[in-house]
């Protein structure tokens, strides 16, 4: 079981960027990781997620945006955000996926985008 910590999300005038940081409490070398998000009154959607092998997918929203990466020394994929827009507004998520080992989340950071 990994356990995944979000930092970084806070308050940014509507053109700004914001840099979010999901460390894990171990390894994540094979496990597929991801950003997701939810904003209120809305489901949770993927934003962007990278394979274990550094492939990388975006919703189509963010793409030439929104830039993710992995560090896997350092146990650490981040999302980096420029050109945000209001609609970006929502509880930004940590996710690793492993086929044997499973699905974790991490508590979420707040990213609030004013117009």
């Known amino acids: 079981q990994v356990q995944l910590v979000e930092s970084g999300g806070g308050l940014v005038q509507a053109g700004g960027s914001l840099r979010l940081s999901c460390v894990a409490s171990?390894?994540?070398?094979?496990?597929?990781m991801g950003w997701y998000r939810q904003a209120p009154g809305k489901q949770r959607e993927l934003v962007a997620d990278?394979?274990?092998?550094?492939?990388?997918n975006y919703v189509a929203s963010v793409k030439g945006r929104f830039t993710i990466s992995r560090e896997n020394a350092k146990n650490t994929v981040y999302l980096q955000m420029n050109s945000l827009k209001p609609e970006d507004t929502a509880v930004y998520y940590c996710?690793?996926?492993?086929?044997?080992?499973?699905?974790?989340w991490g508590q979420g950071t707040q990213v609030t985008v004013s117009s």
């Open positions: 996710n690793a996926v492993q086929e044997l080992l499973g699905r974790f």
């Open positions: 171990g390894s994540i070398s094979i496990y597929a």
């Open positions: 990278i394979t274990a092998g550094g492939s990388k």
